[in-house]
């Protein structure tokens, strides 16, 4: 149960990663009074043995359920990285009694019926079909290299470290994550949403938002907070510190 003045967070990553990835800036908001739980979404890090092609967005989305509804948590505050954003997209559209906020950082909500690599350009899009082809048994997303000569924007502020300990850490992505689609609710729930923009400016969000963006639109209008965290785009690594003030901020300030 949430503690009383305090907030109940539960941090969720994106591929390739584990619960491991958030330990910074759990520390931090544990220090700072509040009850952390910090995931590893099914079929990544020590939950990638044993899964096979059926573990996608549905395999997450109950993962999340589970651990929210039997640990009987309220007044959530859920928290995606990147590619989690289809996982707890789904969870809070299921129980929005119980979630007080969805904050996304550097990603967002996609809409009903489309899927993560629905957001890839057609040319990355058939790069990564093909890696999985090639390298993935036909259903799983290898590791990148995280390299920073190849990749200098997402891999900002990262040190030597961080990166071995990404690519050492890392395990292969359920391809299912990233094919199957949501259907979102209609109505969708008012749940108040928080971006968290590292990679994009905040500018270009709105303005791809507001020109029509199917999905930067889903990131626009009422029940919306912005931040900015200029970084690359895995700001717990990078400003683990100032990504726990933020989210600790949100949830005392309302957004």
Do not use: C
């Amino acid at each position: 149960m949430t503690t009383t003045g305090k907030t109940t967070f539960v941090l969720v990553p994106g591929y390739w990663l584990g619960a491991w990835a958030w330990d910074e800036v759990a520390a931090d908001l544990r220090a700072a009074g509040h009850e952390v739980r910090a995931v590893t979404p099914a079929g990544q890090a020590e939950r990638a043995s044993g899964v096979g092609p059926g573990a996608d967005v549905g395999a997450q989305v109950d993962d999340l359920l589970r651990l929210i509804e039997d640990g009987d948590l309220t007044g959530v505050v859920l928290v995606a990285h990147s590619g989690a954003n289809m996982a707890v997209t789904g969870a809070a559209d299921r129980i929005p009694e119980r979630i007080a906020r969805v904050v996304y950082v550097d990603t967002g909500p996609m809409p009903s019926g489309l899927a993560g690599i629905d957001f890839h350009d057609p040319v990355s899009r058939a790069d990564l079909e093909k890696a999985v082809a090639e390298h993935g048994d036909g259903w799983k997303i290898p590791v990148p290299a995280f390299d920073p000569q190849e990749d200098p924007v997402n891999l900002a502020g990262l040190t030597g470290e961080h990166l071995a300990a990404m690519r050492e850490r890392g395990t292969p992505q359920p391809f299912g994550t990233a094919t199957q689609a949501l259907t979102r609710p209609d109505p969708l729930p008012t749940t108040p949403r928080t971006l968290i923009a590292t990679t994009i400016p905040l500018a270009a969000v709105r303005e791809m938002g507001e020109g029509g963006h199917p999905v930067f639109s889903m990131m626009t209008g009422p029940g919306w907070t912005y931040h900015e965290l200029p970084t690359g785009h895995w700001p717990m690594f990078s400003r683990p510190r100032d990504l726990a003030a933020l989210l600790a901020g949100t949830a005392a300030a309302g957004g």
